[in-house]
């Protein structure tokens, strides 16, 4: 069965500070799709990136940067830079392919504060 | 280009009581997902449309829950006889391909 682990339940930095927070997936699925979701306060769950399992190129956008590593089966995320915005819970997410269906199943998340 | 909407975004209901929450997907995507999510928790998957065939229902999708999606657009989830343990966030997401794109949510709360 397909399992995401998110070993950090919650972290607290200080502006500025940069941080990393970890993801561990479970699959036998040869291809696959892995996913970062945000969740702030008003609980819209807000779609940050998507890597495919046969790209393992990092990628950086802005402060945001993502290293997946198939060998470890993790799917890190890191924050240069961290701002009181970017407090949150985060989920990571693998899809597992049913009938079609690009299900998701979640980490438990990831709750982030930021503090000034 | 608008986002997934839900409605109504709160419910609170009695126990026994039936209630109806509604999820209209983006335009253009003919997938649709509804997902429950607990305090402290991950989404959970409970069922799946193509269009408006359903495809897949989890097992956390009890006889007392009822999903549809009538002409490929909107999607209604209904839950019937309600109990406490129904009270969660139900999130619907809607995808053209991989990237599933969520609504706000509609937080129910049984007493």
Redesign the interface.
Known sequence: AQK?TQAQTEISVVEKEDVTLDCVYETRDTTY?L?W?KQPP??????LI?RNSFDEQNEISGRYSWNFQKSTSSFNFTITASQVVDSAVY?C?L?EQ????????????TRLTINP | DTGVSQDPRHKITKRGQNVTFRCDPISEHN?L?W?RQTL??????LT?F?NEAQ??KSRLLSDRFSAERPKGSFSTLEIQRTEQGDSA?Y?C?S?EQ????????T?LLVL
Do not use: D, H, W
């Open positions: 995401v799709y996913f979701y008003s609980g819209e769950l807000v779609f998507r989920f997410a899809s049913n009938q079609g269906a690009q299900k998701l199943v979640f980490g438990q998340g | 997938r997902y997902y402290g928790q991950g989404p959970e998957f799946y193509q495809l897949e966030m999130l997401a995808s991989e990237t599933q794109y969520f609504g706000p949510g937080r």
